[in-house]
């Protein structure tokens, strides 16, 4: 019998059709995944997305690569640093009524063990959520001596102590260069950096790989900037494909071959409190984060090993 992907190309295939020769390859692509076996990484990655550049694409791409991850039967937490919480309704946790969070997690009264909610979605995601009191903290803990590593020392108390063991943390980072972002890039070994396919996307990130460096050199000498990640890719257009490029041309181990396009389906989803991997799993947008959250698994092995290397260098 023949495969959904051949039906769909025997009807519309050829180049005559661009529609439908692109429901033809985004189905071959989803049978592809599913077929595929995602690597655990030997130890727990610890991952921040960030870019102070606002609305790139970072809590979309937090939310779904450890969707896509945790559909993979990988354990995940994901940590919503944003006092935006986009993350945390994005991925259908409560987070606005008064539920524990960050804020809670940050200033010391509770364990992520005791705030964290299971993904209502995947049963190997978890979720500590942010609300906007996070905002607060950040002039709450500016007296204290350990304030950039609050985060960190809360994710290591919960690591030591808990039962499970995790493939990925993942943290959502909010717009800033701040406190917050501090606090997750000395709590993390790797950063991962969305970059939306415009005219600028380029301005800023010297800014962004120049706080990265001063983290490095102040607080978590390890810190690498392990992946970047072209969001909003529009293939219709040049312009997409020069920014890809010239990502490429500079950062040219770190950024993946797999871009993620622009579609209706990945803005919606959130509106349904749900990843894209749940709301269109079979769309272009679904796929697209499951195959750059397999290039993630895939590096592992080499970006662990950087990262040891690092942490032994600087001892
Ligand atoms: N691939 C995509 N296709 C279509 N819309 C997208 C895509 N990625 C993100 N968006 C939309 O763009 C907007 C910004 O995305 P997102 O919230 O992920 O960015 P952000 O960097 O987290 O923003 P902020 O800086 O405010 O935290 C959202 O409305 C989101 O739904
Ligand atoms: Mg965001």
């Known amino acids: 019998m023949e495969s959904a992907s051949e039906t769909i190309k025997r009807i519309f295939g050829g180049k005559s059709n661009s529609v439908g020769s692109e429901m033809a390859e985004v189905s071959s692509r989803y049978e592809a995944l599913d077929h595929v076996r995602f690597p655990k990484p030997a130890e727990t990655r610890y991952i921040a997305v960030a870019n102070q550049k606002g609305g790139v694409g970072k809590t979309t791409t937090a939310v779904n690569i450890a969707a896509a991850l945790a559909y993979a039967h990988s354990k995940i937490l994901v940590i919503d640093m944003d006092p935006q919480g986009n993350a945390s309704t994005a991925l259908g946790v409560k987070h606005n009524g008064g539920e524990l969070s960050t804020y809670d997690v940050l200033e010391g009264r509770k364990g992520i063990a005791e705030v964290k909610q299971p993904s209502p979605a995947f049963k190997t995601l978890e979720v500590v959520p942010a609300s906007i009191d996070l905002s607060g903290a950040e002039l709450e803990v500016a007296d204290m001596q350990n304030r950039n590593n609050l985060l960190k020392d809360a994710l290591s108390d919960f690591i030591e102590s808990s039962k ?23 709590a993390v070994n790797e950063v991962l950096i969305p970059i939306q396919a415009e005219y600028y996307a380029l301005e800023g990130l010297g800014q962004l790989i120049q706080t990265i460096g001063l983290v ?36 040219p181990h770190i950024v993946l071959e797999t871009t993620i396009p622009r579609t209706v389906k990945i803005s919606e989803a959130p509106s349904f409190a749900k990843s894209v991997i749940e709301y269109d799993p079979h769309g272009m947008g679904a796929v697209a984060y499951r195959e750059a959250a397999l290039e993630i698994a895939r590096r592992s092995p080499a970006v662990l090993k950087t990262i040891q290397a690092r942490k032994q260098r600087s001892n």
């Open 216 to 251: 490095q050199k102040h607080y978590n000498p390890s810190l690498l900037v392990s992946t970047m990640l072209v969001t909003m890719f529009d293939r219709r257009t040049l312009l997409s494909k020069e920014i890809y490029d010239k990502v490429r041309e500079h950062y």
């Open 164 to 186: 499970t063991h995790y493939d990925y943390v993942i943290i959502d980072c909010p717009p800033s260069l701040g406190l917050l972002v501090i606090n997750a890039m000395c």
